[in-house]
Nanobody
């Protein structure tokens, strides 16, 4: 599975961005898809994941109510809608694909290249 994230950019605090992750090489419908982020000088952190069907999603407390993860299996694409962005959300965001719930928030099977999100205060 190859994953390519896009949609990052510079936004003012309180603004919104929508990240996309295009999957190729294998039908992504069978994987749990997710997002991680890594800020400068910090470890990579889990952000959110979504089930195969899209019926189950989970996000960390810091993004609940602000970020929404969704997927379109027909397009092999997963999205992260980020609203009410804060300076602390600034990071490189990477999409992931996993074969289990355990892996989805810890050690995904596949990683894509990241996209930079910058939030100005």
């Amino acid at each position: 599975v190859q994953l390519q994230a896009s949609g990052g950019g510079l936004v003012q605090a309180g603004g919104s961005l929508r990240l996309s992750c295009a999957a190729s090489g294998r039908d992504v419908a069978g994987y749990i898809m997710g997002w991680f982020h890594q800020a400068p000088g910090k470890e990579r952190e889990f952000v959110a994941f979504i089930s195969w069907s899209g019926s189950t999603t989970y996000g960390t407390e810091s993004v609940k109510g602000r970020f929404t993860i969704s997927r379109d299996n027909a397009k092999n694409t997963v999205y992260l809608q980020m609203n009410s962005l804060r300076p602390e959300d600034a990071a490189v965001y990477s999409c992931t694909a996993s074969t289990s719930w355990y892996k989805a928030s810890r050690t995904p099977d596949y990683w894509g290249q990241g996209t930079q999100v910058t939030v100005s205060s």
